[in-house]
């Protein structure tokens, strides 16, 4: 069973600032998931990669499948980006079966 | 608003009642997935469907929980006898097939045991 690990839990930074999230795997993968999550539960993906780096707009997600570590960064950070960030992986390592999820990183964003 | 819903939103319940929880998946996605997420934690694994059999449960899915999908499209979890430490969001998830492994989340239903 693949387990993962992300830092760090809490993060507080000023706007404008460039902000990296970690995350590493135990179990080789088919992909890995970047996910966001806001107060109130709602859940959105964010990336799902399987190599190298992925960019949509201020969010760039990036890959070391050797080294079984992933980073997610925002950069230009803004109060509105606030908000939860989870990496998540496939259970065992496959695409079909179910995710484990690392405990998120709570984002604050201030003025 | 991905396209999965469920429903209650919300549910609060006494100890020792039954509930049961409602998904609705994106029509065309045959993978429907249970997760469950405790406060200041992240999600956790209960169980999948692939269109109408449950093809995994995790540990975490005691015997008074029970999953169905009767006819692979909505899904239904069911808690017997909850207790306290049922209190939770449980989230529903899908994906369709063959596709990437990009899966959607519902908003999550909310129970409270009291």
């Known amino acids: 069973k693949n387990e993962v690990e992300q830092s760090p839990q809490n993060l507080t930074a000023q706007e404008g600032e460039f902000i990296t999230i970690n995350c590493s795997y135990s179990?080789?993968?088919?992909?890995l998931h970047w996910l966001q999550q806001h107060p109130g539960g709602g859940i959105v993906s964010l990336f799902m990669l399987s190599s190298g780096k992925k960019k949509h707009g201020r969010l760039i997600a990036t890959i070391n499948i050797q080294e079984k570590h992933s980073s997610l960064h925002i950069t230009a950070s803004h109060p509105r980006d606030s908000a939860v960030y989870i990496c998540?992986?496939?259970?065992?390592?496959?695409?079909?079966?179910?995710?484990?999820f690392g405990k998120g990183t709570h984002l604050i964003i201030q003025p | 608003d991905t396209g999965v819903s469920q429903d209650p939103r919300h549910k609060i319940t006494k100890r020792g009642q039954n509930v049961t929880f409602r998904c609705d998946p994106i029509s065309e996605h045959n993978r429907l997935y249970w997760y469950r997420q405790t406060l200041g934690q992240g999600p956790e694994f209960l169980t999948y469907f692939q269109n109408e059999a449950q093809l995994e449960k995790s540990r975490l899915l005691s015997d008074r929980f029970s999953a169905e999908r009767p006819k692979g499209s909505f899904s239904t979890l069911e808690i017997q006898r909850t207790e306290q430490g049922d209190s939770a969001m449980y989230l529903c998830?899908?994906?369709?097939?063959?596709?990437?492994?990009?899966?959607?989340f519902g908003p999550g239903t909310r129970l409270t045991v009291l």
């Open positions: 998540a992986v496939p259970n065992s390592g496959g695409g079909a079966d179910g995710l484990t």
């Open positions: 998830a899908s994906r369709a097939s063959g596709r990437s492994d990009e899966q959607f």
């Open positions: 179990v080789g993968i088919s992909a």
